[in-house]
């Protein structure tokens, strides 16, 4: 009988950590009885296939799913269920997987040595070092499995209309810390001749959005920009697909990463990335594609270099894809969430 | 000098000890964590009855100023009645209620904002447009309100039987703003519809760019338009405008990038 794992994350919205977890499906189930339990519902327990994924509101309901399921392993999604877990009686082996980078990791530092946790589990080296920094290894060992992608993201890049200028690609909501209005910075430093393209965020406040088109859209800019709030998931690889074949790039102005999807999913479509390098960015990037965090001289520099010399975005997109393929390999997930569970268990 | 087996020895203790000690400080932490709940609880039972007591209090207050009062009047007066609060519908009642569209098959699905004042216009405009359309039994309305975070793109692909859909911005509103290239990806029609008093900002041009089709209030404000935006707009309501609106020819750049859904 293959051993069962219970995930558990709070947000059941697809994207960031749910994405991971669908990615992981189908190679893990291989090997596991996969389950999935989320506090709230907002799309993803329609994601799995039926009876995988199911929506827990409550702490009465999350404990009886546990005592139900009786995992041989609980892993808790970045904060939450430790006391439902205990409350359950705490059954087969507790992994706590850490992605977020953002304010939320303080919750490291609030783990009770007591809590009995088997395995901590995260997603890059340099986050695996942060929290090594905090303390985490004094209560259970740290092993670093990478996120990976579906086997769709391995294959050939859909085929895309041919577009006259080359676009500038910037995902993400427009959070503090993603830093879009750098990128709206470069964007209008270059001035003319490439097309802005934003993807995301339907879920940020009313105020945010209007500020981001107002700054975007305004009259006196010399380019026409596009914006898509959302995007569907399988609609992505389109999106750069096109960025790639237009001769542009994905510009990243973020302040910190877990292990950032878009980078992946980009260099698979062959798209090139320019990125600061903080986090887990120069293990996945060669170092001609990053700049210095906060140097935006640095970073206007390479784009426009991207939009130039028709030669170093795919260069850089090639050599990206040396670094990155042999890390999101489902496969090499799995091997390395098994192996981090044999050593530490 | 110690013999390895000595040092395997003291490692297996070490590690039987490590155990032991863990399950034991496992076992007292989630002794004190009941013990916290417990405090909570009965802390919150002691803010309840306080705040019981303080109400009591103050009804016995009310009731004495009330009898001095009535006495004083030498009336008796009804206690007011407040009206009973309605409802707010909650975003899941709404994205529901799009749901069950699909089973009154209705020919044309809006999303429009309900609160919108020119929502009659608009009705008039799809019930005298050739398709005369009955719009009572025919065309269905709604915009989810803003959600955070959202099943709204899952409400539009639900909608799956209505003949056309046709998400319908009247403005730059912030509904407007983050579900018409959504809706897009799900087969559904954009139109902005953009008054012809209020000038061109940053959102609106965000809409025109984006939308299947531009309308407005005027033929002169149409081709002022048109020059700014440098794609076509046409005049709404009429006929035209409406069959136009579900034959576009001209692909805003959204749909040329992600392909028709």
């Not at chain 1, 989320?38 to 005592?67: C, E, K």
């Not at chain 1, 790639?244 to 877990?258: D, F, P, Y």
Request: proline content about 7%.
């Amino acid at each position: 009988m293959k051993p069962r794992i219970l995930f558990a994350y709070r947000y059941g919205n697809v994207g960031g950590p749910v994405t991971v977890l669908m990615n992981r499906f189908q190679t893990f189930s291989r090997e596991f009885d996969l389950h999935v339990m989320f506090i709230n519902d907002f799309g993803a327990v329609a994601a799995f296939p039926p009876g995988v994924a199911r929506a827990v509101p409550s702490f009465a309901d999350q404990v009886r799913l546990m005592r139900e399921l009786a995992p041989d392993y609980v892993v808790v999604l970045d904060s939450g269920f430790l006391t439902a877990w205990d409350e359950a009686g705490s059954l087969g082996r507790l992994v706590i997987e850490v992605h977020t980078t953002t304010a939320n990791l303080e919750f490291v530092t609030k783990l009770s040595p007591a809590q009995r946790i088997d395995l901590v589990v995260t997603v890059s080296d340099s986050l695996k070092r942060t929290l090594v920094e905090r303390g985490v290894e004094t209560i259970a060992p740290v092993r670093v499995v990478h996120n990976c992608l579906t086997e769709e993201w391995f294959g050939p890049p859909p085929a895309t209309a041919p577009r006259a200028d080359p676009l500038l690609l910037w995902i993400g909501r427009f959070e503090e810390h993603k830093r879009w209005w750098r990128f709206a910075e470069i964007c209008e430093g270059i001035g003319a001749g490439f097309t802005p393209l934003v993807v995301g965020s339907t879920v940020d406040s009313r105020e945010d959005t209007a500020t981001f088109a107002a700054r975007l859209f305004d009259e006196s800019r010399a380019y026409r920009a596009l914006w898509l709030p959302h995007v569907r998931h399988d609609l992505m690889p389109r999106v750069f697909a096109a960025t790639a074949a237009s001769r542009g790039a994905l510009v990243l102005t973020t302040r910190n990463e877990g292990f950032p999807m878009n980078v992946a999913e980009a260099t698979m479509m062959g798209c090139p990335v320019i990125a600061p390098a903080v986090g887990p960015l120069p293990e996945m990037l060669p170092a001609d594609a990053l700049y210095e965090d906060d140097d935006w001289a640095a970073a206007h520099k390479l784009v426009a270099r991207v939009l130039e010399d028709p030669s170093f975005g795919p260069a850089l997109a090639s050599r990206a894809r040396e670094i990155v393929e042999p890390l999101v390999r489902p496969e090499r997930a799995l091997a390395d969430y098994e192996q981090a569970l044999s050593d530490a268990l | 000098m110690p013999s390895r087996d000595d040092d395997a020895r003291r490692d297996r203790e070490r590690l039987d000890r490590w155990d032991v000690l863990r399950d034991e400080a496992h076992r007292l932490l989630k002794q004190t964590r009941k013990q916290e709940a417990s405090i909570r609880s009965l802390e919150r039972a002691l803010e309840q009855e306080r705040a019981r007591t303080d109400e009591l209090q103050a009804e016995v207050e009310r009731m004495r100023a009330s009898r001095l009062w009535r006495r004083a009047r030498r009336a008796t007066l009804p206690p007011a009645r407040e009206p009973p609060a309605t409802p707010a519908e909650s975003p899941r009642d709404v994205v529901q209620r799009w749901l069950l569209l699909e089973s009154d098959d209705p020919a044309v699905v809006l999303a429009i904002d309900p609160e919108h004042s020119r929502r009659a216009d608009v009705l008039s405009m799809w019930a005298t447009t050739a398709l005369q359309l009955d719009v009572e039994r025919q065309v269905a309305f709604g915009l989810p309100p803003a959600l955070v975070p959202s099943p709204v793109p899952a409400a539009f692909a639900g909608v799956r039987r209505a003949r056309t859909r046709v998400f319908y911005a009247l403005g730059a509103t912030d509904g407007a703003l983050r579900w018409l290239v959504p809706s897009q990806q799900e087969g559904w029609t954009t139109i902005v519809d953009l008054d012809e008093r209020t000038a061109l900002g940053p959102q609106e041009r965000y809409l025109a760019l984006h939308a299947d089709v531009v309308v407005t209030g005027s033929e002169e404000a149409a081709a002022r338009l048109a020059s700014t935006l440098g794609r076509r707009v046409g005049v709404a309501p009429n006929d035209a405008v409406a069959y136009a609106s579900l034959h576009a020819d001209e692909k805003p750049p959204s749909r040329v990038l992600l392909g028709d859904a």
